[in-house]
C-alpha cells in the first residue's frame, strides 16, 4: 500500500506543466512569444495582446505564424476603432457639429487604414509556410508598402487632432484608441520585418551549392 502512496504523492508535487504537456507547450510559446516582442518597440503591448492566443496553439508558432497572428490582431483593433468613430461622427454629423469635418477627415483615415490591412493579410496567405518561393520578395515588399501606409493613416489621424478644439473626452477617447492601432501596426510589421528576415536568409542558404 505504500508504493501507491509515495507514486501519488510524487505525482502531486511535479510541476504543473510536467504532468500537463499541454500546459508546458502553452509555456514555450508564451516565451517564444514573449522573446519576439523584445525586438518590436512596444514589448509590453505586444505581449499581451498576442500572448492570449497560445492558448490556441498546439504548437509553438513560426515566425511567419505570429506575424499573421499580429497582422489579425492589429486589423481586428482598426476594425473597433473604425466602428467607434464611425458611430461618433454620424452623432456629429446629425447635430451638425463644428468638429464633424475633423472626426471625418480620421474616420476616413482609419477606413483606408482597414482597407491596407486586408491586403496585407490576403498576401500573406499567398506565402508559402515551406520550400523556397521565388515570389516571396513581391509578396513581402507589397506586406511592407501596405502596412506602412496603414500606420501612417493611424499617425495622420492623430496628427490631424493636434491643435484642434475638439471636446476634451472625445478628442481623448479617439487618440487613445487610434495610437493603440497605431502602436499594434508599428509591432505587425515589426514582426513580419523579423519573420521576412528569416525567410530570406533561410531561402538564401536553400540556394546555395
Not at 64 to 69: D, F, N
Not at 94 to 111: G, M, P, S, V
Amino acid at each position: 500500500m505504500r508504493l501507491p502512496l509515495l507514486f501519488l504523492s510524487l505525482l502531486l508535487l511535479a510541476p504543473a506543466s510536467a504532468r500537463h504537456p499541454a500546459i508546458r507547450r502553452r509555456s514555450r510559446a508564451r516565451a517564444f512569444i514573449e522573446l519576439q516582442c523584445q525586438t518590436t518597440l512596444y514589448p509590453d503591448l505586444c505581449t499581451r495582446y498576442l500572448s492570449c492566443h497560445v492558448a490556441n496553439l498546439s504548437t509553438t508558432p513560426t515566425h511567419q505564424k505570429l506575424a499573421q497572428i499580429a497582422l489579425k490582431v492589429t486589423l481586428d483593433r482598426a476594425e473597433s476603432t473604425k466602428a467607434y468613430v464611425t458611430e461618433v461622427a454620424k452623432q456629429l454629423e446629425l447635430k451638425k457639429a463644428k468638429h464633424y469635418q475633423e472626426i471625418k477627415d480620421c474616420l476616413d483615415q482609419i477606413n483606408d487604414g482597414v482597407a491596407q490591412l486586408w491586403n496585407c493579410i490576403k498576401e500573406t496567405e499567398m506565402i508559402k509556410e515551406d520550400g523556397v518561393s521565388r515570389d516571396f520578395p513581391w509578396h513581402a515588399s507589397n506586406v511592407k508598402t501596405w502596412m506602412s501606409a496603414a500606420l501612417t493613416d493611424a499617425n495622420m489621424c492623430i496628427y490631424g487632432f493636434s491643435g484642434r478644439a475638439i471636446p476634451g473626452k472625445t478628442k481623448a477617447v479617439i487618440k487613445a484608441r487610434v495610437l493603440n492601432l497605431e502602436q499594434m501596426t508599428s509591432v505587425s510589421l515589426a514582426l513580419f520585418n523579423r519573420f521576412a528576415a528569416r525567410y530570406k536568409s533561410s531561402t538564401s542558404t536553400h540556394h546555395q551549392p
